[in-house]
């Protein structure tokens, strides 16, 4: 029997987009084969692949200075090929060796950071290790002696989320790994330069990493590993060796179901719908300490603590059997994490929360 | 209508699996979310990656010096692995500088050797570039002063297949890109130190690739970008991040499908069983020039040229009409490939071979 699945990633996909890929495993859009099994050099496949990079320009406003990408490796490759590709501004010539600063808000950003050590001089410009990443790290500056700034908007573990992006000079390209955030709502595409996400939370299934960037941050070094190479996947249009197709279908599948659902706008509506309902429960009862601080929390994972591990056990157990799966706490945190992706409707949070409340009278 | 897929990859699943893939989407395994939506860290996907590579190691007869790791990329993110993370054998002492050598047999093994001179010294030790593929290049040395020999199992697009590893010394460790025939028969893998294989063709659905090898001829370089280090792999079993759950979901359905049907010397009886019919069928026929050299055909790719490009362009529409796909040629050499992976019935290659022999009589 399926449940309401509330973990962090991999995680539910809405019920419409599971129907049209249960359909499509024997033949897909009348291509004679199934999802699994199609070709990346059919017509079907290459048109896909180019409406897909529409969708995905079209929802969030990306203007035609920016490609967008299909890479594998998870955002963890990213990691490497920021450092690996984004040259030096053209407009900041002072000098090759300008650090890449970095914004540390959680476990994902320190291992971005660390990665981007190994390759080029980093700067951490800011951080909230000391609070154990309970809260945002402030940065707001108009310093232009960075080669690029990296932030990650959501933080999936700790769950914190910008709410806005940090303030930064023009001159400096903003780099946001928007893994567990992105089409929850609309952004300010304008400010950013490269922008990177997992498809694995609101976006389809795991197996790719969409990659929308300026063209002009990009160095061209082909000593770089091919697969490791953002000109690779630009000359290509990201077909230069069979790519995930599968899972680019699953993510075609989802951006159609966002636009039938309204868009952006529609998601971070009940996005924040979900959210405030969560949080209201959580805040009212005993039995459970939110983890974040409230200016820095997040719409899509909710971290709490039970008053101790009895109680977090017990929880689980009773969520479980109120139709809610996945709320155990990351690996490195412990605690409990409820996340709230699209796919979840707003019925599923009510209830949680509803269940949140009902679990704190009998504790 | 689905229709016989004969194309070289993505390529044709056995309808067993893809019903077991079908009935999953919305629940997996009682596991109350689908293949979609299943979760890196849950139970049940631990335990499936676990006896993956069980099934691997099982089925090929592959000892316990190796290790079977799960990358994305494609094979081509092998092409840099390889160089990067291969160190020199403790027992060829000579030099830290010894060539990498590189059997050059087709399109992708050319790849290979291209990306590995960008990051060693390499060697090419025989091609056959110089008759367009068409046939296998010969090597067999005991030279040792080698760091490791690289070869192609299959040749996708010129239709050609090593039936027996080169010959070389068992101080040189032997790798082999197998992507195109990996699971189409045993392997003496005692003679290996590391294969490779692009999950699309024999064994699974687009997005996953499987390295089996010998940890004894890895370096440990932290200097590597995470995600192109083995080591990375090695000690999070392949699940250092999210990897591409379905797809390995796939794959463990293949496995589960080529034991059911008695493994891979029944997949290779198949498989020569089902060439052999289609070859005798091009042999006979005035309307076709089989490409490869006959001592060098592949059982996986059968390629060959008609008379003109009209016969050719007749040819793939009356294949069509007779329920077949997928036969035109890799788009950098033209002409007709059908592929015979495991998914294809001996009755469809039968047909396929009647369908030749149909169209030289009206043509």
């Known amino acids: 029997m399926?449940?309401?699945?509330?973990s962090a990633g991999p995680s539910a996909l809405p019920l419409p987009v599971l129907q049209r890929l249960k359909d499509g495993v024997l033949e897909y859009d009348n291509s004679s084969v199934g999802i699994f099994e199609l070709g990346h050099r059919t017509k079907l496949f290459e048109k896909l692949l180019e409406e897909t990079k529409v969708k995905i320009k079209t929802l969030l406003k990306i203007s035609d200075d920016f490609e967008v990408l299909f890479c594998t490796g998870g955002a963890t490759q990213q990691f490497s090929m920021i450092p690996l590709n984004v040259g030096v501004p053209l407009n900041v010539s002072k000098s090759k060796d300008l650090p890449a600063g970095y914004i540390v808000s959680g476990h994902w950003a320190r291992l971005a950071t660390d990665e981007a050590i190994k390759f080029r001089k980093v700067e951490i410009l800011a951080t909230s290790e000391d609070a154990n990443y309970s809260r945002l790290p402030h940065y707001s500056s108009d310093r232009d002696d960075l080669s690029y700034i990296h932030f990650t908007s959501n933080n999936t573990i700790f769950g914190t989320q910008f709410q806005k992006e940090p303030e930064v000079s023009s001159l400096v390209p903003l780099i946001c790994d928007a893994s567990s955030d992105i089409?929850?709502?609309?952004?300010?595409?304008?400010?950013?330069?490269?922008?990177?996400a997992g498809a694995q939370k609101n976006l389809g299934t795991a197996g790719v990493?969409?990659?929308?960037?300026?063209?002009?941050i990009l160095d061209d070094n082909s000593d770089l590993p091919v697969s490791m190479n953002y000109q690779t996947y630009i000359k290509s249009k990201s077909n230069f060796n069979t790519p995930p197709v599968s899972t680019i279908v699953s993510v075609y599948e989802i951006l159609r179901w966002i636009e039938e659902e309204g868009g952006v706008a529609e998601m971070e509506k009940r996005s924040h719908l979900r959210s405030k309902e969560v949080y209201q429960a959580l805040d009212e009862v005993d039995a459970f300490i939110p983890f974040a601080e409230k200016s820095s929390r997040s719409n899509m994972n909710i971290t709490f603590t039970g008053q101790n591990k009895e109680i977090e056990a017990k929880f689980i157990n009773f969520a479980y059997k109120s139709g809610f799966m996945g709320i155990e706490g990351h690996r490195m945190v412990g605690g409990l994490r409820a996340s709230f992706y699209n796919a979840i409707s707003l019925e599923d949070a009510s209830s949680f929360a509803q269940c949140i409340r009902d679990f704190s009278k009998i504790v």
């Open 183 to 196: 089409f929850s709502r609309p952004i300010d595409s304008a400010k950013y330069s490269l922008i990177y």
């Open 209 to 216: 990493t969409i990659v929308i960037t300026r063209k002009s």
């Open 2 to 6: 399926r449940l309401v699945n509330l």
